[in-house]
Structure formats: C-alpha cells, structure tokens
C-alpha cells in the first residue's frame, strides 16, 4: 500500500501561462508584471493566494532524460512566468468579475500569449514534505499525459505514487500538485493576445518543487532518486518540463493584500 503524504486541499486554483511581448526586453515585461499588471490582480476579490512565478530566462529543462519522454522544453513554447491563483471558494472568481475585465485589458501591454489552465474543485494539493529548512530555490514541472492513458489513471499516479515519491527522497521544502480540467481557450479568450494551444501542445499538470537552495535542486535532479521515478512516470507522460525558477513573489497571502509583495 502506498504511504499517503500529509496535504492540505484548496477548494479550487487555476495558473495562467505567460509569455512576454517580444517587441521590447524581456526584463522590461518582467518588471511591468511584477509591478504595475500586479496591482490590477491583486485587486480581485476572492483570493486566497495570489503568487507570480518567474521562471529563468534559460531554461533548456532540468529533467533527466528519459527514453520516449520530451525532457528538453521546445524554445517555442518556452513559459517566462506564471500566475497563481488560489480561491476562497468555488464562487470566487464570480466576485472578482469587474477586475479580471482590467486585467483583460491590460494584457496587451507585456504578454503576447496567455493560457489559463484550471483544476476541479479540491484538486489542488499543497503537501506537508516536512523538508529541511526555509525554501531558497524552487522547480516548476509540467506533465502532458501520454496519448491512450486514462485522466483517473494518470491523476492517481501523479498524486500518490509520484508525490509519495517525491516526498520520500527527503530533499523538499515544498511540494505543490494541481491536476487540469482540460484546456477551454472560453475560460480565458482576452482580447489582442495569442491563445493558441495545439492539443499536441497541451498540459495536463503540474508540481511545484521548492528547495533548500540552488545546490540542493541541482542536486535533487541528478539524483538516482529521480532517474527511478522517471522512468515510471514515462508510462503516464508524454513530456516532463522542469523549469528553474528565478523568484516566487507573493502578492495575496490568506486573503490578505500585501503592502509590498514578499519573496518566498
């Protein structure tokens, strides 16, 4: 019997991929994000959490490779950031209706693509990994499940015998799993950016790694450990994508509004 890893259920989240304009710095989209576009999210009522997950401008793929696996992320489809969401409740994102329109809005101003991809209720699960200290690095997973393998088949091997895993290699401070509804462009059809998503190019979900520091992560993806549960994990995954993450930066904390946004 697998050993269950102890988590907390929210009720529902969903994380919208980013990719930055390419007409003006990279840097410059980032800091706009950070800055003036965060306010205008940070505004919507019925958070529970709001986080921005800015990933490394390099980011080849921290995955070991594995035999049928796509571990190298394509250039093409490369993220540059991701916003968190975590609802009060199912019927959040119904109070939160007049800001998501100034959100809408504002897009065309640092993204060129958006993809929002949403888990049902209570599947989103931060897990008590009880790691080893304070969280210093952090890696970003993106599964696409293999073509001919069930939603319920693959939801239940990535959240109990892959967390369980992961959790028993001893090296995390944090370990974050949603499992996607499947991807509807309605959800998030904004005005004057991109929403393409070819179904070869979709996700299916995801897990956030946190770690001590950058020696600790760069460690944990070379590790034996990981190669074992790679090559488990090839039979429900058709591509792992493993991003370095430069900073997490916390907007909304326990439905509270943050004076100033913290590192974490």
Partial sequence: MTATVPFTKKPFASSILLWMRTDQSRQQGMEYWKGPHSKIISATPGFDEYRQVHLAASNPGLWPATHGVQTA?????RIDGVAEVTFQS????????????LAYQDEINVFRRTLLYAGPPNSTRWYDVGGPGETGARALIYL???EGVGTRSFRKHVTDELVTALASTGMLTELRTQVFMPWNETLWNTPNVAHDNPTDQRLHAS??????????????????????????????ASAVHAYEVSETLTYVSEGDVLPHYAHN
């Fill in 207 to 236: 897990l956030m790694l946190g770690f001590a520091d950058a020696s600790a992560r760069a460690a944990f993806f070379g590790s034996d450990e990981v190669m074992m549960l790679s090559d488990e994990l090839s039979m429900f």
């Fill in 144 to 146: 696409r499940r293999r």
């Fill in 90 to 101: 199912t019927l959040s994102p119904l109070l939160g209706r007049r800001q998501t329109r």
């Fill in 73 to 77: 992320i394509p250039a093409d489809r």
